[in-house]
């Protein structure tokens, strides 16, 4: 145990803390609402669009695709760590850079001891730890949260297309945090190139075929939908991690609130106790004293 006034200083430093994380946690509970309504508001779109194009491709030839379907022999990978910026969030960016770690060692440790796993970084935080792998590091993409709108994040996914058809790369995936609630971020990896066909569900023989007319036809509708559900795919990743990180700082900075006042409690309790301890034996000294000159 510290002197008082060491106590006293401990008490002011942790009530500061404590000001500044419930502080944050406000802000992030802000920020989450935003960032939830625009997740909410994208994936049904998402869904829809994915359910069109799927029912377009289904009866068409596995080349409908194109360049994006092309299926090749898996030897070079390009993997998108989507993270946030900023830190104080818990294991948010860590279970990201995690899974990629464990993905690489286990799925693609061949390919990587060949050097043809490459790591594209949505996120400070990714960027900071593969930047230092340089064997892995592609680039990064961290001003994407500045503006965090469709048309900022397009650009990426026309590149990593124009990549994939050039051969460049023989699959791309995105490891994200999915958003689940404030409490539940739940890391996902997704297939992004190349297109897989779409699931036959034998089961649900209730399924009804619909016979439409297109104009100008199936092949030019799907051709065009492809690069627009590509580029939602990614954007959709992005805004699912970003209302994921405002809900893993808002959680993180609650527990880290609730932590400052226990350890108030706590210095306080051993403050009172060493106050006490010290006037009992100042009291103690002068009837000590009083009692010597009696005698």
């Not at 004293?289 to 009696?294: D, H, Q, T, W």
């Amino acid at each position: 145990m510290g002197s008082l006034k060491e106590v006293r200083n401990r008490i002011t430093s942790v009530t500061s803390t404590q000001q500044i994380t419930k502080a944050m946690k406000m802000v992030s509970a802000a920020k989450l609402r935003r960032a939830q309504d625009a997740i909410i508001q994208m994936r049904p779109y998402a869904g829809k669009l994915k359910e069109i194009l799927e029912n377009l491709s289904e009866n068409l030839e596995s080349s409908a695709g194109g360049a994006y379907a092309k299926q090749r022999p898996v030897k070079k990978i390009l993997i998108i760590a989507v993270t946030s910026n900023r830190g104080l969030c818990g294991g948010f960016n860590a279970n990201v850079i995690r899974n990629i770690n464990l993905k690489i060692a286990n799925e693609y440790a061949a390919q990587a001891k060949e050097g043809n796993v490459k790591v594209l970084a949505i996120g400070k935080k990714a960027s900071d730890y593969f930047s230092k792998k340089p064997e892995l590091f592609e680039g990064q993409y961290n001003s994407v949260y500045a503006h965090l709108t469709f048309a900022n994040v397009s650009p990426i996914a026309e590149k990593i297309m124009k990549d994939f058809a050039d051969g460049m790369y023989d699959k791309v995936e995105i490891v994200y945090n999915q958003f689940k609630n404030a409490a539940v971020q739940n890391v996902v990896t997704e297939q992004f190139l190349p297109i897989q066909p779409p699931a036959k569900d034998k089961s649900n023989k209730s399924k009804k075929v619909s016979d439409y007319i297109f104009e100008p036809g199936k092949e030019e509708i799907v051709q065009d939908l492809i690069p627009k559900s590509l580029k939602i795919t990614l954007f959709k990743a992005v805004l699912e991690s970003h209302a994921g990180e405002h809900g893993a700082r808002m959680t993180s900075m609650n527990k880290a609130t609730d932590n400052a006042q226990e350890l108030i409690k706590s210095l306080k309790l051993s403050y009172n106790k060493a106050r006490q301890a010290a006037i009992t034996g100042e009291i103690l000294e002068i009837v000590g004293g009083a009692e010597a000159l009696k005698g």
